[in-house]
């Protein structure tokens, strides 16, 4: 009897052993298929953070990319209107010592002057202005307007009139200490009378001293600054932006191929 016993507990005893080895088996088989599974679709509870943060900043670099190229490429327009007795330049620099690139010129003062420029983008641009009278009265008239928030006058605001104290002159030329204008009086005063242009802006006539009665042949260089309220980053900034996204892009695709 204690024989029988014994065969049945040893037959047990291996059923069993052999059934748990099968589990443990059947059970490692699926724990290695789902490891390999978490680690070819990036699921890894370990690296699947480092994955969403890698992709936030990928994004993050994208858009920084994309927003300075479009912000190099609407560049911000300078927009003249004016009346010059007798004749004028009108010159766009990025220096306060130089005068630039010619923008516009004329010499028939009751017709009104409209000019279109583009600023240099992220630094301070400087409007030069080089009027000259031929006898009698002399005298500037002017509105300038930016066309976006990226630039402002001296003022703190995108427009900028004669007769305003952002608009500085002098006898010497550009670059010289610059002194307020002198105000002659609104548009439509003699004896240049009412120009054409202006719209609801209302800038005055201006010159180096008050000259409706005056006779003279001044030179009178006038300046404005026009200051950047987005600084732009240097060229040497967005190269090295731009090769760290290409080795940041090359890494993600060498993890990929390596299956992690």
Do not use: C
């Not at 409209?114 to 400087?126: Q, R």
């Amino acid at each position: 009897m204690f024989s029988s016993v014994g065969k049945i507990y040893s037959l047990f005893k291996i059923l069993f052993v052999e059934k748990r080895k099968r589990l443990k088996s059947k059970f490692f088989y699926r724990w290695a298929q789902e490891l390999l599974y978490r680690q070819r679709m990036h699921r890894s509870p370990v690296q699947r953070p480092r994955s969403l943060a890698m992709k936030k900043f990928l994004l993050a670099a994208l858009f920084l990319a994309a927003n300075i190229s479009t912000g190099q490429a609407n560049a911000t327009t300078l927009n003249s209107t004016l009346n010059v007795d007798n004749t004028f330049r009108l010159y766009l620099s990025t220096s306060n010592n130089t005068l630039g690139t010619l923008v516009g010129s004329g010499n028939d003062w009751p017709t009104t002057y409209s000019f279109s420029s583009a600023l240099t983008a992220g630094v301070t641009n400087f409007l030069h202005i080089v009027a000259t009278n031929e006898g009698g009265p002399g005298g500037l008239l002017g509105a300038f307007t930016l066309s976006d928030g990226n630039f402002k006058f001296a003022n703190g605001t995108q427009t900028l009139l004669s007769g305003d104290a952002g608009l500085t002159q002098n006898l010497t030329g550009v670059g010289a200490p610059g002194n307020a204008t002198v105000n002659e009086g609104a548009n439509g005063v003699g004896p240049w009378g009412g120009r054409s242009g202006y719209g609801s802006l209302s800038p005055q006539w201006v010159w180096n001293y008050y000259s409706n009665n005056g006779d003279d042949f001044n030179t009178v260089y006038f300046s404005a600054s026009i200051l950047s309220t987005h600084a732009v980053p240097e060229p040497g900034s967005i190269a090295l932006m731009g090769l760290g996204l290409l080795a940041l892009l090359g890494w993600r695709k060498r993890k990929q191929a390596s299956g992690f």
